[in-house]
């Protein structure tokens, strides 16, 4: 865990219905001085949605480049999923497509504009990128609902997310993109 960082627990309910993925997850995460709430938000929410054996917080997002924000690996320890969070440049999606079966992002940030800094650049695999987005209403509320520890309940249907973080119900739709 970082220094200086800020541990928040979360106790989730998860029941991805889109996947098929029913799970408790008990997280502690580490939130770094320099990142802010909303990303940590996208960040918990990421790690949930694309939850699968093997799964972890990685440590890039704030500061590394050799880790995506979350990642899974397989029993050998290669990395089958790279995962960003918020507004990771170009090279950075390339290097995980790469290096990764499956790549994707999330961001609280205004795709579009994301969009069109990609556009015209190399990225591996570009068309299979997933990209998710998140209204920043939501995830500003989410925020604002953040304690040190936190219970969550955490529904995904039909691209719609479904959220009772200590006791609040709140709800949003995730968006998806292509880049290409």
């Known amino acids: 865990m970082a220094i200086g960082a800020t541990i928040h627990s979360f106790d989730i309910d998860l029941a991805d219905v889109d996947r098929g993925v029913y799970e408790t997850l008990p997280l502690k995460v580490a939130r770094h001085p320099s990142e802010t709430e909303a990303f940590m938000v996208t960040r918990v929410l990421a790690y949930c949605l694309e939850y699968d054996e093997g799964i972890a917080f990685g440590a890039g997002g704030i500061s590394s480049t050799d880790e995506p924000a979350v990642l899974v690996r397989d029993l050998t320890g290669q990395i089958t999923a790279w995962i960003e969070v918020g507004a990771p440049d170009a090279q950075r999606l390339h290097h995980g ?47 604002g609902k953040l304690e040190r520890r936190n219970s969550v309940s955490l529904s995904r249907t039909e691209g719609t997310l479904y959220l009772v973080i200590n006791g609040e119900a709140l709800d949003g739709e995730i968006r998806e993109h292509a880049l290409v």
């Open 97 to 143: 497509s790469k290096l990764a079966r499956r790549a994707a992002v999330y961001t609280h940030r205004e795709p579009e504009a994301l969009l069109r800094g990609w556009a015209g650049k190399t990225i591996h695999r570009a068309e299979e990128i997933a990209i998710r987005s998140f209204d920043r209403a939501l995830i500003d509320r989410v925020a």
